[in-house]
């Protein structure tokens, strides 16, 4: 079945020490989100790339980074973890095409914990 | 930028529909109105959108007023399965310089009872 991919499901880091975690999708959609969900909150969109074309959101903080090498895989790179950042960390695409928005197809999320 | 406000929770009886409203009233016109639903430690799962009309489809049905500044989502028949967070959202097309928002609302949670 096409697929959105979170890999690991669960990561433990520690204070400062750089962490990436990984979103491959099986669906071949041209945009892709990262979002970063606190408990209890609702997930906060953190950036997204539609094709190449990276998207940040104007509060993300610099610690957090991400690449796509190819339209399969997106990466988040957190670069010096703190305890704020733990979290879980949604991916999700979406097909657009001719300005025309789609629905969002989410993973099931990466659950990173920061000691 | 447009925001979202939904009451935090509310109960339905099994078998009962479940209304569950949304207010944005600084939605502009371009900006679409999604429903997502999240069960505990999973990711979300779309559910419906619309622009101006009514929409309805085989989950749920989402009725949109006519001057879009709120909107209500309507689960026909709940089942236990729909006990979840469900969340309103406000998405704009993408912009000429390539971005795009997207605004979750703080959720719902939806108890059903049996």
């Known amino acids: 079945d096409a697929m959105v991919i979170q890999n690991p499901r669960y990561q433990v880091t520690q204070f400062g020490k750089p962490v990436t975690l990984s979103c491959s999708q099986t669906?071949?959609?041209?945009?892709m989100y990262w979002y970063q969900q606190k408990s209890s909150q609702a997930p906060k969109l953190l950036f997204h790339?539609?094709?190449?074309?990276?998207?940040n959101e104007a509060d993300t903080p610099d610690n957090f980074q991400s690449r796509r090498p190819n339209t399969s895989f997106c990466f988040l790179d957190i670069r010096s973890p703190g305890l704020g950042d733990a979290a879980m960390y949604l991916c999700?695409?979406?097909?657009?095409?001719?300005?025309?928005?789609?629905?969002?197809?989410f993973g099931p999320g990466t659950r990173l914990t920061v000691l | 930028d447009a925001k979202t406000t939904q009451p935090p929770s509310m109960d339905c009886a099994e078998g009962r529909a479940a209304n569950l409203p949304c207010n944005h009233s600084?939605?502009?016109?371009?900006?679409?109105v999604y429903w997502y639903r999240q069960i505990h430690s999973q990711g979300p799962q779309y559910i419906i959108h619309?622009?101006?009309n009514n929409e309805t489809n085989e989950m749920a049905s989402l009725i949109i007023t006519e001057d879009r500044k709120s909107s209500t989502l309507i689960l026909p028949h709940a089942t236990l399965r729909d006990t979840a967070v469900y969340y309103c959202?406000?998405?704009?097309?993408?912009?000429?310089?390539?971005?795009?928002?997207?605004?979750f609302g703080i959720g719902t949670k939806l108890q059903v009872i049996p």
């Open positions: 999700a695409t979406s097909r657009e095409l001719a300005g025309r928005t789609n629905e969002q197809f």
């Open positions: 669906l071949n959609h041209n945009v």
């Open positions: 790339y539609y094709d190449k074309d990276f998207n």
């Open positions: 600084t939605i502009s016109g371009n900006e679409y």
């Open positions: 619309g622009l101006k």
């Open positions: 959202i406000v998405r704009s097309p993408r912009d000429s310089g390539g971005y795009q928002k997207v605004t």
